[in-house]
């Protein structure tokens, strides 16, 4: 039986795979009211959905922390709030390394506060945006189920293992209807140019060295953000209380890899490409074994991965202004003058 939820409570919806999901949701949904809890950091983009802020009766944005209980407890009763689909996280691994406490603060807290507003305003499914990486790293075969124990190597991915710890444990405990979905490595529109993908994308179009951790044989599994949306979808609609879904995109490629196909669609030379010292602790490879997913929830990747990456290409192509913005840091000052004390 599908569940159809009225009112949901989307945290970290100005991210980028939050601001996909909202923007897909109001596709398929349109008559669900979405209410946003985002911190702005520095990943936040409110650009990203300014056009349901400017016409969508159904979007409601809230500037504030889900680690602040009072707040989340309000948002909770005042919305009449049914679902809650945790997105917010610190995300980006180099950054965990350079400093956990953000992390914990609020991927581990931050997700303990939702969870006890969630228990206390008897909300009735609370969804945990999770990573594959809680499981660790694979050797050369083999591939991440949900039944392969938790092994996380970096700060980063040990916050989220402790987040589905707590969000397990307010199940069996409280008997909170929650669902993990555990995802590999996204790639589309919106994403911070931080991470590999549009790094990349940005520094050889400026010709700039292209710098790849350790040997360049590390794997990802990518999928593209839509698809795991989609997911996500399925599984607040379909999925079974106290699971956990693995999500994967069937393109296990080495990083090298992936930068070679990028150089190539932009007919960049690869000798933009430098090898430099790799990413402590950093996971060799990661795959998904996501036959859960298909099976009970009808889960498929529909993406090819070259042609998501050239879409990709062309999105950051002609969204020029928004990559401007996010690089230049105007993008802050953009939303101020935009939205004003509308936060
Ligand atoms: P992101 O860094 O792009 O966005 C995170 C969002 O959370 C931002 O809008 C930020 O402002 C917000 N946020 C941060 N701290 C907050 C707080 N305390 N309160 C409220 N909002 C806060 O991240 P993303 O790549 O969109 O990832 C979203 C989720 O998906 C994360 O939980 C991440 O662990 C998970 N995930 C990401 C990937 C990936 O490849 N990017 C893969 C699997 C799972
Ligand atoms: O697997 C899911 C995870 O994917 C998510 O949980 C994380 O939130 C998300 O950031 C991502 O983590 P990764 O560490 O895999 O992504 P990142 O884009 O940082 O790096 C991808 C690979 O590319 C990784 O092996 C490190 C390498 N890399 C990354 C950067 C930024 C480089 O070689 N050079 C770089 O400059």
Not at 77 to 95: G, M, P, T, Y
Not at 155 to 166: C, E, F, R, T
Not at 187 to 215: H, N, R, S
Request: proline share 5%; with cysteine; net charge negative.
């Amino acid at each position: 039986m599908e569940r159809n939820f009225s009112r949901i409570l989307v945290t970290g919806g100005c991210g980028f795979i939050g601001s996909n999901f909202i923007l897909a949701m109001r596709r398929h949904c349109p008559g669900t009211s979405i209410v946003n809890l985002d911190k702005l950091t520095y990943a936040g983009n409110r650009m990203n959905l300014s056009a349901l802020e400017a016409k969508d009766q159904g979007y409601d944005f809230v500037h504030g922390d889900i680690a602040d209980p009072e707040l989340v407890l309000r948002l909770l009763s005042e919305h009449k709030i049914q679902a809650v689909l945790n997105f917010a996280a610190e995300s980006h691994v180099d950054r965990s390394i350079h400093d956990p406490a953000p992390f914990i603060t609020t991927n581990v807290q931050g997700t303990q506060v939702l969870l006890e507003a969630s228990r206390k305003a008897k909300i009735e499914l609370f969804v945990q945006i999770s990573t594959d990486e809680v499981y660790g790293t694979l050797g050369p075969a083999g591939q991440f189920s949900e039944s392969t124990p938790l092994a996380p190597n970096s700060p980063y991915s040990a916050s989220k293992a402790a987040a589905d710890l707590l969000v397990r444990a307010y199940h069996e405990t409280y008997g909170l209807p929650i669902i993990i979905t555990r995802c590999s490595n996204n790639y589309g529109p919106f994403q911070f140019p931080e991470k590999l993908i549009p790094l990349m994308i940005t520094l050889a179009w400026e010709d700039k060295p292209l710098p790849v951790y350790g040997d360049g044989g590390n794997v990802r599994d990518w999928i593209h953000v839509l698809d795991h949306c989609r997911g996500v979808e399925l599984a607040m609609k379909h999925g079974r209380p106290g699971a956990v879904y693995n999500f994967g995109g069937n393109a296990e490629r080495t990083n090298i890899q992936v930068i070679q196909s990028l150089l190539d669609i932009l007919g960049k030379p690869h000798s933009l490409i430098r090898f430099v010292q790799d990413r402590p602790g950093h996971d060799r490879r990661y795959a998904m074994d996501y036959s859960l997913a298909s099976s009970e929830l009808g889960f498929h990747p529909n993406y090819i991965f070259e042609e998501g990456l050239k879409m990709t290409l062309t999105w950051y192509a002609t969204n020029r202004e928004w990559l401007r913005r996010v690089q230049d840091g105007t993008y802050r000052e953009f939303m101020d003058a935009w939205y004003g004390d509308r936060r």
